[in-house]
């Protein structure tokens, strides 16, 4: 009975820090780019978009969907950046804890 008293306590301090690593990601922001920089992103690590930034040499309007593209292309950028980082704090809280590869917990 010991031991299910030690997973149990176990599982609510995992509880706890997945809660605490949420609340965190939602702070740390990362940017993604694209053009050499002229198309920068901002966002959180858990993916929400905090800002947009452009050169102004991108705003020709016959050249719309050349901005478009690079809009997109650093969107993901950021989403890879950010997806990066949750993972990594995702692995610091998991050490030492038997969970098979490639589960995820958020």
Same mark, same amino acid.
């Given at each position: 009975m010991r031991d299910l008293m030690g997973i149990m306590k176990q599982a609510q301090a995992m509880q706890e820090k997945m809660a605490s690593l949420q609340n965190e990601?939602?702070?740390v922001e990362v940017k993604g780019a694209s053009g050499g920089g002229a !198309?920068?992103?901002?966002?959180?690590?858990?993916? +929400? !978009?905090?800002g947009v930034t452009l050169d102004p040499? +991108?705003?020709?309007p016959d050249e719309r969907e050349i901005l478009e593209d690079l809009i997109v292309a650093a969107v993901n950028d950021a989403r890879g950046k950010a997806e990066g980082v949750a993972a990594e704090r995702m692995a610091e809280l998991t050490k030492g804890l038997p969970i098979p590869p490639g589960m995820k917990l958020f």
């Open positions: 990601l939602d702070l !198309v920068t992103v901002t966002m959180t690590a858990k993916g +929400l !978009v905090k040499s +991108l705003l020709i």
